[in-house]
């Protein structure tokens, strides 16, 4: 029987940050022992702002490392880089006419990234999300795992899957997104109304997933707090809330266990706890995330692969695309 597809990618623009661990790779780590699961390096996603070359190359190479330091066994799911499979730039262009402009401009991050890059508001950054969509449709995919902040670019590619299929015959599958309520949306350390991102201005906002035992408990002693003194989830406490999710996330615990493990404990030593859980839980990730970096046949190994494997699925997609469309295919 033909398992479910799950699709899902990071970009490979900054040093990932607990928030997308949290918020996607650890979630993918049950996945891949019952689904297809194709998760990409999303590097074409990542020149839609400014970047340096040589990083985006060291980066890409770097994100690969750390999803198999994290568990994401490459034996059992396509490991792979976007730019290596020309079919996601192919369907993207043929989605571009079936996508809106009207649709693009509304959506949340575009208006964000505009507002934040004033001087660099590119074709690409609007386009993100059809380019997101072909990323998605290409490989049939059933599920699609992202914290809370991709959810309308999830929703935009099953609006262009319909749209497409209603014009032009059933072509793709429509995929549906998959949320985890608990770490959907890790916040700032800094400002816990606001997403924790890799790209945020102040270093102390977020714990990368790099940082060392010192920082990462010097950056979780800084943390925001709120007023009060007890340690609980609550809508007025947004940054012991924030702190609680982290928590739960590296300990594996309910909400509940957490809440009653801190009953009765002051802000301060609250900090320090969640600071070395996360310091203790990612030291032995960082060292494997080295180990396999080291090993460059190992990994170009590993993507050589990974690329072959995901080139022909979406060949079977794009010919299909190509088909219901009318491009001449030759005689
Ligand atoms: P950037 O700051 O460069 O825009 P980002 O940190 O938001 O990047 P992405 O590469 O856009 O990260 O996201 C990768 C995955 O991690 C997505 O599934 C996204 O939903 C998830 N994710 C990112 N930040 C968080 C967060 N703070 N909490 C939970 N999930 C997150
Ligand atoms: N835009 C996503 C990364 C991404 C992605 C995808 C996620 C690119 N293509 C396809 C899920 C499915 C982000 O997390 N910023």
């Not at 549906?176 to 906002?205: F, H, R, W």
């Not at 035992?213 to 809508?235: H, L, M, Q, W, Y």
């Not at 493990?261 to 032995?284: I, N, Q, R, S």
Request: proline share 4%.
């Amino acid at each position: 029987m033909e398992r479910n597809v799950v699709y899902s990618a990071v970009q490979p623009s900054g040093i990932p940050t607990i928030g997308n661990y949290i918020g996607s790779v650890r979630n993918w780590l049950a996945l891949q022992e019952e689904y297809a699961c194709y998760f990409a390096m999303a590097n074409m996603h990542a020149i839609t702002v400014r970047h340096d070359p040589a990083l985006l190359r060291r980066r890409t190479l770097e994100l690969c490392a750390l999803y198999i330091a994290c568990g994401i066994d490459p034996e059992k799911c396509t490991l792979y880089v976007q730019s290596q499979v020309p079919q996601h730039a192919e369907l993207c262009w043929t989605l571009n006419s079936v996508a809106y402009v009207g649709e693009m401009e509304r959506m949340t991050q575009f208006k964000d990234k505009s507002r934040k890059h004033e001087d660099n508001i590119n074709m690409g950054l609007m386009d993100y999300p059809v380019l997101m969509a072909a990323d998605i449709l290409l490989y049939q995919t059933d599920l699609v795992p992202v914290g809370q902040d991709q959810t309308q670019h999830v929703e935009i590619a099953r609006d262009i899957a319909i749209r497409f299929n209603n014009r032009y015959g059933e072509t793709f599958r429509v995929p549906k997104t998959l949320v985890y309520k608990q770490g959907a949306k890790i916040c700032s350390l800094q400002d816990p109304t606001k997403k924790m991102s890799k790209s945020d201005e102040n270093p102390n906002a977020c714990v990368f997933m790099t940082d060392d035992r010192d920082t990462i408990i010097r950056k979780f002693k800084r943390a925001v707090t709120d007023s009060g003194s007890e340690i609980n989830f609550s809508e007025d406490k947004p940054g012991i809330s924030n702190l609680l999710s982290i928590y739960c996330a590296f300990k594996n615990r309910t909400a509940e266990e957490a809440e009653r493990e801190f009953e009765g404990m002051g802000y301060g030593d609250f900090k320090l706890c969640v600071g070395e859980t996360v310091a203790d839980a990612l030291a032995p990730v960082q060292a494997e995330q080295t180990r396999i970096l080291a090993d460059k046949e190992y990994l170009s190994g590993v993507l050589a692969r990974g690329a072959e494997q995901a080139f022909r699925a979406a060949r079977k997609t794009l010919d299909k695309v190509y088909r219901k469309i009318g491009f001449y295919r030759g005689e």
